[in-house]
């Protein structure tokens, strides 16, 4: 089971900041956030990752809470193309053999005009 | 720099036949992961590969599912007999040689349809 809970459905209007939230409460001290979203009918597209510090990329920025039980993906200035499903997932990255994803449902945004 | 290549993009089976679906690596990648999506489920983990051996296949049906990675040439997931319940899309991914913590560069998928 996916070690992470998700709103399954969130709007946005098209030029805001989209921020897209996640739980992780059970998260260990050595796994890190990702981010991943799936454009309709599209491969998952890898966003973003991070262990504790806030992290910003030409993507998205990743803001991670002091205790590491939830984290919020935020995209600055939301496109219509950012309509997606956004999947939150935990993991130790190169844990030896254990290299698999575990993915829940992720939260579906829409971005309306 | 291609990307990680699917094909085929779509694949249609009548019941009973067999499918075979490629999976390229980015260059300079040699670990393989397969997952699966069945319709309005998320993916599903099915097996990981390095070049000519199965690392983790915790994830593969115990019949009729194989995969395997060559040392040359495409890593391949065979469905012997599919039925059905095997329609659903395909996703590899892959990822380089030395650690790394980046996120894993997936393809666009096989979308296999059972008839």
């Known amino acids: 089971d996916a070690k992470t809970t998700q709103p399954p459905s969130m709007d946005c209007a098209e030029g805001r900041a989209a921020n897209l939230p996640c739980n992780h409460s059970t998260i260990s001290g050595n796994e890190y956030v990702y981010w991943y979203r799936q454009i309709h009918s599209q491969g998952p597209q890898y966003i973003i990752h991070?262990?504790?510090?806030?992290e910003t990329n030409e993507m998205a920025s990743l803001i991670i809470t002091e205790d590491r039980k939830s984290s919020t993906l935020i995209l600055p200035h939301a496109t219509l193309r950012d309509t997606a499903v956004y999947y939150c997932i935990v993991r130790v990255p190169n844990a030896g053999n254990n290299r698999k994803l575990i993915w829940g449902l992720g939260t579906s945004l829409a971005v309306n005009p | 720099n291609a990307g990680v290549m699917q094909n085929p993009r779509h694949l249609v089976r009548r019941r009973g036949q067999e499918a075979r679906l490629r999976c390229s690596p980015m260059k300079g990648h040699s670990h393989v992961y397969w997952y699966r999506q069945l319709p309005e489920e998320g993916l599903k983990f099915m097996v990981y590969?390095?070049?000519?051996?199965?690392?983790?296949e915790s994830g593969m049906p115990k019949e009729r599912f194989s995969a395997e990675f060559p040392k040359e040439g495409p890593s391949i997931l065979r469905i012997q007999q599919v039925v059905r319940g095997d329609s659903a899309a395909y996703f590899c991914?892959?990822?380089?040689?030395?650690?790394?913590?980046?996120?894993?560069?997936f393809g666009s998928g096989t979308r296999l349809t059972v008839v």
């Open positions: 991070g262990l504790k510090n806030n």
């Open positions: 991914a892959s990822s380089p040689v030395a650690s790394s913590r980046s996120g894993y560069t």
């Open positions: 590969l390095q070049k000519e051996n199965i690392i983790d």
